[in-house]
T-cell receptor, first 112, second 116 residues
């Protein structure tokens, strides 16, 4: 059973701070990693993908991948109230199944 | 480009009744997925289609759930009979390719099902 673990939160940060969201996964052979943002009552939208160890930056978002430790994180710099949402980590495993497994998501609250 | 279209947006039914959801993927997207998202959980894949063929339906409760994509475009997901635990949001997603794709999905707006 491939598992993706996230702290459900909520994670509360003040406006302008850095929000750090973490995700661990069980399948060591996982190849692709995604972060989705889901506003309340809305469907998930893809915000970042990462495939190699290290950091990947896109605007205020940075995804970090450490395959040896089996974790992937998402940093949001200069957090805004509009970033308040649930952030879902999704991991695509290896071995013939290319269906990503989603974590339960971390609720982020950015307060003014 | 138009997004993934789903209908209805909301549905309330009594247990043991049947219900059907419809999805129209992004034009040209060969792969279509149906996910179930229970409140407070991440999406769980129910079934994946590549064109009009089923790629993965290992997590579809086949005694009550069925899905089809007859012409390789639109898809319907049916539940018959519904149970209380089927209350969830049913998300349809599409992507350009399956298999070794490293691309994320585009999700539709979902159908929120409440079984009472």
């Amino acid at each position: 059973q491939k598992e993706v673990e996230q702290n459900s939160g909520p994670l509360s940060v003040p406006e302008g701070a850095i929000a750090s969201l973490n995700c661990t996964y069980s399948d060591r052979g996982s190849q692709s990693f995604f972060w989705y943002r889901q506003y309340s009552g809305k469907s998930p939208e893809l915000i970042m993908s990462i495939y190699s160890n290290g950091d990947k930056e896109d605007g205020r978002f940075t995804a970090q991948l450490n395959k040896a430790s089996q974790y992937v994180s998402l940093l949001i710099r200069d957090s805004q109230p509009s970033d308040s949402a649930t952030y879902l980590c999704a991991v695509k495993a290896s071995g013939g199944s290319y269906i990503p497994t989603f974590g339960r998501g971390t609720s982020l609250i950015v307060h003014p | 480009e138009a997004g993934v279209a789903q209908s209805p947006r909301y549905k309330i039914i009594e247990k043991r009744q049947s219900v059907a959801f419809w999805c129209n993927p992004i034009s040209g997207h060969a792969t279509l997925y149906w996910y179930q998202q229970i409140l407070g959980q991440g999406p769980k894949l129910l079934i994946q289609f590549q064109n009009n063929g089923v790629v993965d339906d290992s997590q579809l409760p086949k005694d009550r759930f069925s899905a089809e994509r007859l012409k390789g475009v639109d898809s319907t997901l049916k539940i018959q009979p519904a149970k209380l635990e089927d209350s969830a949001v049913y998300l349809c997603a599409s992507s350009t390719s399956a298999g070794n794709s490293n691309y994320g999905y585009t999700f539709g707006s979902g159908t929120r099902l409440t079984v009472v």
